[in-house]
């Protein structure tokens, strides 16, 4: 996950990564989210031909838990008890348990749409110290003491999921500080850095993807992953840079826009400013035993590259298996493999919307920075469990 939220124009392509706070409950899909209708594997373009094996350890890692959610259990006990007796060895094999275990349901939109906005998302690297000096001098910081979460479903049952966060002004409860606001020092954060990083824009896309390691100056590598958010609205400054003329949408992507910074070091601080939203994090220690060595997505399980997926909880519940179909990024290769949702995005709204996770490091940057493609996607549901519609 890394973090929720993703631009809008070509900057989405960021996406959003994906969040990553604790184990999401899994949801069922209100009528009005999507339409779900059951086909065939065979409608499903590239079935046969995809490596279902390397989706398989996403699955398995998934398994624990959607067992352990008592709402989630009753769906999911039988495919993954056969799952953890199951060991396909190849991809025919792995192909036949999913098509024994699931039903593919095409999704499309309540106004009949069936194509949407696929976008990617990448674990980047940083470069810091625990210790601030004059080459590291930007901090990522730990929650703060007075940011409140407020679950609104204790006030209002109608308002389950809903949550919103500030801070006490006196006996009023008031938005938290914004990025302006924070970036000026007004927000009780001094001792709560985790580490500085030696560039401002790297740090701003950082929060955009939640999650990233950062190589110190120290020795070693510090792994950190999204804490929470200050509650302002997102603003994609990809967009901005779009409407002001300074980049075109089809040029627009990660890449570009850090350039466009690089250049105009006297313009960045202030159009950093302008988004709001501000992400704090938390040092994550790696689980040595687990089969993928990713970040942690929504779901509570590590994400495996190109393999999990970003999704609206609302239209699509967590750990579902997913058969996407798009392209490779600015290009018509067809890319259909089978994905897991494993993550949500704050800017991931509807059911036709999903946000690639591409992997660790530059390479997958690039691929990442860079996508923002059309496709389809189908719904793999346990055969003999209620649909969720």
Not at 187 to 203: F, H, N, Q, S, T
């Amino acid at each position: 996950m890394l973090f929720p939220y993703a631009a809008a124009t070509a900057v989405v392509a960021l996406a959003a990564a994906c969040t990553i706070i604790p184990v999401a409950p899994l949801q069922t899909l209100p009528p009005s989210e999507s339409r779900l209708r059951a086909v065939a594997f065979t409608e499903l373009p590239g079935w046969n031909d995809d490596a279902q094996a390397a989706a398989w350890m996403a699955f398995i890692a998934q398994c624990p838990t959607l067992l352990a959610q008592p709402a989630a259990t009753p769906i999911w006990r039988d495919a993954c008890n056969a799952a953890l007796l199951a060991t396909p060895d190849n991809d025919a094999a792995a192909r036949a348990f999913f098509e024994m275990h699931f039903t593919p349901y095409s999704v499309s939109a309540p106004d009949g749409r069936d194509t949407g906005l696929v976008t990617g998302y990448y674990e980047p690297l940083l470069r810091g110290s625990r210790h601030r000096d004059d080459r590291y001098r930007y901090p990522l910081y730990a929650p703060p003491d007075d940011l409140l979460r407020v679950e609104l479903f204790d006030l209002f049952p109608e308002l389950e999921g809903k949550r919103v966060r500030g801070r006490l002004d006196g006996r009023r409860v008031v938005p938290y500080w914004t990025r302006a606001d924070i970036e000026a020092g007004r927000a009780p954060l001094a001792g709560k850095e985790l580490v500085w990083v030696d560039d401002a824009i790297d740090a701003f896309f950082l929060h955009i993807q939640g999650s990233g390691r950062v190589t110190l100056k120290e020795g070693d590598i510090m792994r950190i992953g999204y804490a929470d958010q200050n509650g302002q609205p997102f603003q994609s400054i990809g967009r901005l840079l779009v409407e002001r003329g300074e980049l075109t949408l089809a040029s627009a992507s990660m890449q570009t826009i850090k350039q466009w910074g690089r250049d105009h070091p006297d313009k960045l601080a202030s159009l950093l400013a302008e988004n709001p939203s501000y992400v704090f994090f938390r040092e994550v220690v790696p689980d040595p035993k687990a089969a993928i060595d990713g970040p942690i997505g929504s779901l509570g399980v590590p994400l495996l590259a190109q393999r999990t997926i970003a999704v609206d909880p609302r239209a699509i519940p967590l750990g579902t298996p997913v058969y996407l179909a798009t392209t490779y990024p600015l290009s018509e290769k067809p890319l259909a493999r089978l994905v897991m949702a494993q993550d949500t995005g704050g800017a991931i709204k509807g059911a036709l919307r999903a946000d690639l996770f591409w992997g660790f490091g530059e390479s997958a940057g690039e691929q990442a920075g860079r996508m923002r493609q059309q496709g389809k996607m189908w719904l793999l549901w346990p055969k003999g469990a209620r649909p969720p519609m």
